[in-house]
């Protein structure tokens, strides 16, 4: 019997992976936008790792960036993914961080050149995207 017969990943893996994606985008706490062009927030269980798409774009209206997730954060996040802008610009990077036990992703402008984190301008476009994985 293989391990994905008898449940060795977190039950049925087939029909998990092939289930629909849940819209969390009105239920999450967002901060950072006073308005949006584009709010989405969608995520999807398989075993005990949560799979997130986040898209979220608007005028700014703090230096904070900032979404409420569907479950608390266990294991480090993975994302392979991202877009940033701020103030209408594209950054380089991001920075996502926790503080354990939470189901609050904080992000972070990156600046490479002396690997620091700044936060975002208040005004002006202010958008992200991304995919990311976390444990449950």
């Known amino acids: 019997m293989n391990g994905l017969a008898n449940g060795m990943y977190g039950g ?5 992976i ?3 994606w849940i819209d969390f ?14 709010k989405i927030i969608k ?6 790792m949560v799979y997130v798409f986040v898209s979220i774009a608007g005028t700014s209206n703090s230096t904070s960036l ?3 997730l569907p479950f608390i954060i266990k294991g480090l996040l993975g994302i392979p993914y991202s877009y ?4 209408g610009s594209f950054q380089l990077g991001f920075i996502a961080q926790t503080t354990s036990p939470t189901n609050i992703l904080n992000a972070y402008r990156f ?3 002396n690997n620091a984190t700044t936060t975002f301008t208040a005004s002006g476009i202010k958008e992200i995207s991304c995919q990311f994985f976390y444990e449950i």
Not at 12 to 16: E, H, K, S
Not at 25 to 38: A, D, H, K, L, N
């Open 12 to 16: 049925d893996l087939a029909n998990n």
């Open 66 to 68: 900032n979404f409420s």
């Open 18 to 20: 092939n289930t629909p």
């Open 84 to 87: 940033l802008a701020d103030n």
């Open 25 to 38: 985008s009105e239920q999450s706490t967002i901060v950072g936008w006073g308005s949006y062009t584009r």
């Open 43 to 48: 995520y999807k269980v398989v075993g005990n």
């Open 111 to 113: 600046t490479a050149f």
